[in-house]
């Protein structure tokens, strides 16, 4: 439900300035679980997304390794806070890339180093956003954004008096057929100068894709969104959904 928030500044019963912003409204309901009861989900949680999964009633196995979740021949694979130095080792990174080049359907979320070391020909590294509240879709068509309007990937809330923040990093892509940038963030800039081609290179430097989707055997999508606030905002709920209904349906 789109709601509108008009602000109105009158001095002597004469308007002065206004402006009107549009709100979305929704009960839980609205971005909790639509996946297939069926399908099944191998969860391993390092950062604890166990507990958005269960606040948005998705059924799902748990598992303490990389490998154990592998060996359960699940429908969708999730592995959230993938760290190389703590939690994540060279041969598990192997162990994914080999079940993803076998078909297997993994959801890679908030794991910046395991996702550039589980496809470093398509990941170059990743920005560190300026205040990363704002995401724009590059193929709004896709699933990932099913019931999420244009402009509503940015501003997640989690009840905090802070920037609400959407992102925490956002890669740089080597482009290939097999890979889809699905929704983009750019650094806070003001005018950029030079020619065309001098423009299009510092853009590079600045502009990053915190979901990709990768079809090469299986299916990959990582991302750097922050899923986490599924529990005080709708759109972070519903866009974590779509994107493991991207996976089973696809």
Known sequence: MIARLRLKLTENGIPVSENEYKLNIATKD?????????TKIAVLDCNGIGKVLEFLKVEY???NNVADALKSQSDVFLFSGLDTSKNCSGTEILQLRNSIDKGAKILLLNSP?????L????????ILPSEGDIVNMEIPESMVFDGIGLFDL?????????????????FKVKRDKNVLELASQTKIHGYINGEMLTRSEYVKTIKGFPIIRINKGGTAIVSAMNVDKSITDPIAGRLFINMINELVNK
């Open 119 to 126: 496809y470093p020909e398509y990941i170059a590294g990743w």
């Open 154 to 170: 940015r501003y997640f809330n989690n009840n905090k008096p802070e920037i609400p923040v959407v992102c925490e990093v956002a």
């Open 113 to 117: 180093e395991a996702t550039m070391k």
């Open 61 to 63: 196995s748990s598992y």
């Open 30 to 38: 609205w971005s909790r679980s639509r996946i297939n009861p069926a």
